[in-house]
């Protein structure tokens, strides 16, 4: 099946983006937050596209452990991506729950003598 990847019980942190299609529809991408030490013991951040089983949805900013995945390669407009594929993972931390962004502002209680309209 290819390279197997584990994470060797170091967490790593799952990001996760809500997208539009064109044709009105959504779906979502993730992807892995890795980093190393360059020469100079600086720390240099770099995102690894990420898929998940069919079913499976994973929180924005999740903590897991990855103890079975493996590199595949899609093509998407012509173009060749690296993706892991992550097949088995436990989650450490569950991340953040995003809600549904209505666009309206939240106001907090007891502000409204202090708005100029009413």
Known sequence: MGLKVTT???PVTVYRKEKDTQNGGKFTTYSIG??????????VNGYLDAQFKKGVEVAHKAKINIS????TVNEYNGKKYTKIF?????????GEVQS???????????????????
């Open 8 to 10: 060797d019980g170091k």
């Open 34 to 43: 890795i980093s190393s030490k360059d020469k100079d013991g600086n720390w």
């Open 68 to 71: 079975n995945s493996f590199y």
């Open 86 to 94: 992550v097949m088995d993972f436990e989650v450490v931390d569950p």
């Open 100 to 118: 549904n962004d209505t666009g309206f502002m939240n106001i907090p209680d007891g502000l409204d003598e202090e708005l100029p309209f009413a």
